[in-house]
């Protein structure tokens, strides 16, 4: 289905129809299987070797159990011999083997469009630069990143750290050297905070992260210990094994670092290991990576985001895709990002969203994104803008309004102070105020044995006209602009905007 001269031919998840019925599902949804898996019994299915020993390694096995146009498997059959592959059963399960485009398969199986390579680079984030000792990033002041292996249960088509993940051989570029990174945190005393990375560390034999976690539980100087791992999304079996929770539970300094970037990701398996995880005491943090036909549009996102928090997942930060080789295809504008964060911030739960950031070049570190809410300023205020499109000055300090007023209107009258803000017309809040205005105001005409038909009237002049002696604030607000005499601006401005003062 791919054809080499397209020039973009992953259609945006908006554009696919919602596949076989379960996008609709709210996470956890059911769990699943693919039919070649069907008759493995619960106890092998569940068990993390199984998953691993029947991984899907190759182009071969890929062949049997997902639809491929015949030049899109001979140009993956050519990346193979550069590149690792592996997805484990209970994650390929995830894929609709229908859909072409399917978000999980994106993220998991090869394609063609790796051999295409622009700009992209194969250490964007300089972190070999940043490395007093192999695999160790010092970039900030007070915290590290370790690369503590190549491996990962499964291979993100667009990791950043394709360099040592999914090439073949690329891990002899980057040969961590467990002994001098200890050594580095331990005669560091700023390091407060150690990223243990990979590759994914919870693909370590048990032994080597013992060694990891007791030697850094050890350091005084260290109080946080982030693991990061895509486990709980592609293998949570391996978390169904209590040997390693209490291993990162007796570290005692761990917080999890996971990476769900999809809705149909937020499985019961994943739901049951965050619940363990979170018994035994480590926080899990999320991050998402912003990926085109995977999550770039605003309904996914919101999906996912929701998902997090009903499995107690909170969400850190949402990436920009970085210019890794050969991951082009996933990259979509910083303006999509920011358009999905406009979508997000005051429409639902502050702790359900992550920020935005974008990875800088030249090992700049992250820097977050967000939608402009400063519209503008002067001496003594700034004009914001909320998530509804409301326009309001804001005063910081209590200062007197600097120079005389003068006939303006608009953002420079909010500027200005004659009038403190510009509200859109339709808001819903303001429609529930006005009920709860009206609702308040007939109880006080009740009250007040002001019986009969009258407060229908005032109902239908938006509240507006009131029985002297009610005295509701709001109310009086809405009174002064109902009647168009707040000021010479009259009640609404031509943009479909109210001031209300
Ligand atoms: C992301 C990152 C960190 C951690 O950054 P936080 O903003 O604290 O999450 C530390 N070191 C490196 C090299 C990183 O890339
Ligand atoms: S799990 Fe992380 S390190 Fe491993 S391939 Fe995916 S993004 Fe890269």
Redesign the pocket.
Known sequence: MFESDAPDPLPTQSAIPAASGFEDDEPPSLPRRHSLWANVPDAQWNDWRWQTQNSVRSVRQLRNLLPFAPDELEAIGRLEADFKLAIPPYYFSLIDPTDPADPIRLQSVPSPLEAVSGYELEDP?E?DK?SPVPGL?H??PD???MITTPNCSMYCRYCTRKRATLTRGGWEGVSADDERMIEYVRKTPAIR?V?VSGGDPLTLPIGKLRYYLENLKAIDHVDVIRIGTRVPVTLPQRLFDNELVDLLASAEKVYIQTHFNHPREITPEAARVCKTLLRAGMPINNHSVLLKGVNDDLGTMRQLLRGLLRIKVRP??LFHCDPVTGAGHFRTSVWKGLQIMEGLRGHMSGIGIPTYVV?SPHGG??IPLMPNYMVSMSDDAVVLRNYEGMLVRYQAEDKPTSGTPTATRGVSNLLQGSQTQLMPEGSERMARRRAIQIAEHTEAMETHGCGGDSHHEHAGNDGAALRPGVSLPVLAAAHANGNGHANGNGYKNGNGYGAHD
Do not use: A, F, W
């Open positions: 984030l972190e940043d990033t970039r900030y915290r590290v990143l905070d990223i850190y930060y990875d570190g992250k």
